[in-house]
C-alpha cells in the first residue's frame, strides 16, 4: 500500500477475514475485527476488511458483523465476474452500508484478468483492483520461483482497466521477508509500470515502500514549479508556459497537480 515516507505508518490497513484465517478460526477473527474496528485509534488511514467470498460458508456474516461507520471499503477476494462486484453491491445497500464505503477487489483469477475492464465499468463504487499475485500464481500454474514478468498480461490489463476507469491499483505482496533487496526490487518494478502501492506484510517492509511509491522532494519541488508557471502565464494571458526552457502543456500540469495532490494526501494520513 502506498505509505508515508518518514516514520512506520501506513496510510492504509486492511484487515483479513479471508486467507489469513483458518475456518475454524472465522467467529473469533470477526470479533476481533470489530473490536479492533471499533477500538478506533487509526488516525486518518483508511480502514478495509477483505471479507471472505460472498458464495463461501463466512462472506454474509462478514458484513453483518462489521461496524459499517468506521469503514472506507470492503475487499472483495477472487474476483471473476461484475456479478459478484454488483452481488456484494446490493447486500451492502440492504444493509446501510454508507454509499461512501467503497468496493475493492482482489484480482487473482485468470477469469478475472480477462475481465478487468467488464469488472471495473461494474459499478461507480468500485475504487480500487488489489492484485492477488499468489493465488493467480497457482491458477496460472507459474512455478514457485516464477519474476514479476509472467504476470506481464495480468498486469496489463489490470493497469489498463484501472486507469481507464479512473480507479487505483495496487500491486500484490512479496513474502520472502529476509529479502529486503528482492522488495526493494519488486518495489521499484511495480512502480515503474504504473501501480498506486503494494500491499504489505510485515512492519520492515513499510520504509522501503515508503522511500519508493512516495514521490520524492526533487519531483514535488518540479510539480510546484511547474503549476506556478503555468498559473503565471494564464494570469497573463499567455497561450504558452515555459519552464527551464521546456514547453509546457496542460496535461504535464494536470500531472503535476496529481503528484502534489498524492503527496497531500499521504502527509495527511500520516
Not at 485509534?41 to 456474516?61: Q, T
Not at 487473482?108 to 475492464?117: F, K, R, S, V
Not at 512492519?203 to 503549476?227: C, G, L
Request: aromatic share 4%; proline share 5%; glycine share 8%.
Amino acid at each position: 500500500m502506498p505509505c508515508k515516507r518518514r516514520g512506520r505508518s501506513p496510510v492504509m490497513l486492511i484487515l483479513d477475514l479471508e486467507d489469513a484465517v483458518s475456518p475454524t478460526a472465522k467467529d473469533e477473527a470477526r470479533q476481533q475485527v470489530r473490536a479492533a474496528l471499533n477500538a478506533g485509534g487509526y488516525g486518518e488511514r483508511e480502514l478495509v476488511v477483505r471479507i471472505n467470498a460472498l458464495d463461501s460458508d463466512w462472506g454474509h456474516e462478514d458484513l453483518e458483523a462489521l461496524p459499517q461507520s468506521t469503514l472506507d471499503a470492503i475487499l472483495l477476494p477472487k474476483v471473476s465476474t461484475p456479478d459478484q462486484i454488483n452481488d456484494l453491491e446490493q447486500r451492502m445497500n440492504a444493509l446501510g452500508y454508507a454509499p461512501d464505503c467503497a468496493i475493492w477487489a482482489m484480482m487473482e483469477t485468470p477469469l478475472g484478468i480477462l475481465n478487468a475492464q467488464s469488472l471495473a465499468a461494474s459499478t461507480p463504487r468500485l475504487a480500487c483492483f488489489v492484485m492477488g499475485t499468489n493465488d493467480l500464481a497457482k491458477d496460472l500454474r507459474l512455478p514457485p520461483d516464477a519474476d514479476e514478468a509472467a504476470f506481464a498480461t495480468s498486469f496489463g490489463l489490470s493497469l489498463l482497466a484501472a486507469r481507464a476507469y479512473d480507479l487505483a491499483i495496487i500491486d500484490g505482496v512479496y513474502g520472502a521477508l529476509d529479502d529486503g533487496d528482492g522488495f526493494r526490487r519488486a518495489c521499484g518494478k511495480a512502480a515503474a509500470l504504473g501501480f498506486d502501492g503494494k500491499t504489505l506484510v510485515h512492519p520492515r517492509q513499510i520504509d522501503p515502500a515508503n522511500e519508493i511509491f512516495r514521490p520524492s522532494a526533487d519531483a514535488i519541488e518540479k510539480a510546484r514549479a511547474m503549476v506556478d508557471a503555468w498559473a503565471e502565464a494564464e494570469a497573463a494571458n499567455k497561450g504558452v508556459a515555459v519552464l527551464d526552457g521546456k514547453m509546457i502543456e496542460l496535461l504535464h500540469v494536470q500531472a503535476a497537480k496529481r503528484l502534489l495532490a498524492l503527496d497531500d494526501a499521504i502527509t495527511a494520513r500520516g
